[in-house]
């Protein structure tokens, strides 16, 4: 049995995670430090990075511990880190780390895209799902149509064309003064809101399987100009609507097109509760099975690195140590 430790620094989250190969987690340990970036309306890389430096030695050494390894001289196969895309200077902590571990240890360093990782986390919670899955992968930064044919053998078959869904939830929530990050806000008040109280299009209504969140965010903007009367819970409840419907539309176009045992979220933003809700009724449906992974799998963790490095791992990828880190790392560049 192969047991590897994951790392992942690409972002505001020290993590690390052991995961063995029958997919299970038997560590998983995130540290934040999003409290030091809340003034600031975003992630400040500078911060990041240096919170980076002083959280990673203790929470590899909790996760080893809490995975009952010797945190000396763990019995493990590999060390998996995230290599991008993210922060540089956040990406290079955990890189150097990993790579420190990997010598000292004797044991090879496999890097992970952090894309493919949020691939993983529908599996660590299903070990024995069936495939093809059609994932909808939608984060502060990306967004984007996964066709997966098993573990680490994916297609991206539809994308944004220019904001993440994230983003868009992040600039209105700014706009609103519901502060960072505004996912969690926004589906909070969206729940007591009135989304027929504002009219806002939906975008990318064509047949292709793209997507694109500016321009609904500057149609909210303008609708509130115009109307300053507008209830705060309102206008998170019709955008709420616009993004929620964007995204499902182009899920039930994919499914027309790719012959799927399930569809999935992963990322941040499919925490979103009208996201889930709307994804499980698809899946049902379709008569498919629906993967909605609990809420700390969807976010940034390292049990999805450490599961994306297992299978890489698995079939022969072994990383050098002079590897360096890559911010813009796109998931269609990741060797199979
Ligand atoms: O995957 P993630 O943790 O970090 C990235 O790799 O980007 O995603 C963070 C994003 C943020 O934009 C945040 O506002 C959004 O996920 N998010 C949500 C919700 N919870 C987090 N968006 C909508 N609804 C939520 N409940
Ligand atoms: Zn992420």
Redesign the pocket.
């Known amino acids: 049995m192969s047991v590897v430790l994951g790392i992942e620094t690409?972002?505001d989250?020290t993590a690390a995670a052991v995961v063995d190969d029958a997919w299970r987690v038997r560590s998983s340990v995130v540290e934040s430090s999003i409290d030091q970036h809340r003034d600031f309306g975003g992630v400040v890389p500078e911060l990041a990075g240096r919170a980076h430096v002083a959280t990673i030695v203790p929470v590899v050494r909790a996760a080893l511990e809490s995975a009952g390894l010797d945190v000396r001289h763990p019995a493990i196969d590999a060390v998996a880190v995230t290599a991008g895309p993210?922060l540089i200077g956040s990406l290079l902590v955990g890189l150097a780390a990993a790579k420190a571990y990997a010598l000292s240890w004797d044991v090879p360093l496999v890097t992970v895209n952090?894309?493919e990782g949020?691939l993983f986390a529908p599996l660590l919670e299903t070990p024995d799902l069936a495939w093809p899955v059609l994932t909808l992968l939608?984060?502060?930064?990306?967004t984007m149509l996964v066709y997966q044919r098993g573990p680490g053998d994916h297609e991206v078959i539809g994308e944004t064309i220019d904001d993440?869904?994230?983003?868009a939830?992040?600039k209105i929530?700014r706009w609103l003064g519901l502060g960072?990050?505004?996912?969690?806000p926004?589906?909070?008040l969206a729940g007591d809101g009135d989304p027929t109280s504002l009219r806002l299009p939906v975008s990318m209504t064509g047949d292709d399987l793209d997507f694109s969140f500016s321009g609904l965010k500057s149609a909210v903007v303008r609708a509130g100009e115009k109307r300053p009367d507008l209830v705060v819970a309102d206008v998170a409840a019709a955008f709420?609507g616009a993004?929620v419907e964007q995204l499902t539309r182009k899920l039930r176009r994919a499914l027309e097109r790719y012959d799927v045992a399930g569809v999935a979220i992963?990322?941040?933003?499919?925490?979103?509760?009208?996201?889930r809700a709307a994804v499980a009724q698809i899946a049902k449906d379709a008569g498919i099975a629906a993967h909605v992974p609990s809420?700390a799998m969807?976010?940034?963790n390292a049990a999805m690195i450490a599961a994306a490095g297992l299978a890489r791992f698995g079939r022969g990828h072994v990383s050098p140590l002079d590897v360096s880190a890559d911010p813009n790392w796109a998931l269609a560049d990741v060797r199979p």
Do not use: F, K, M, W
């Open positions: 690409s972002c989250e993210g952090h894309l949020h939608v984060s502060g930064g990306h993440a869904a994230g983003e939830y992040d929530a960072y990050p505004g996912g969690p926004i589906d909070r709420q993004a992963a990322g941040g933003v499919a925490a979103n509760s009208a996201l809420l969807c976010t940034d």
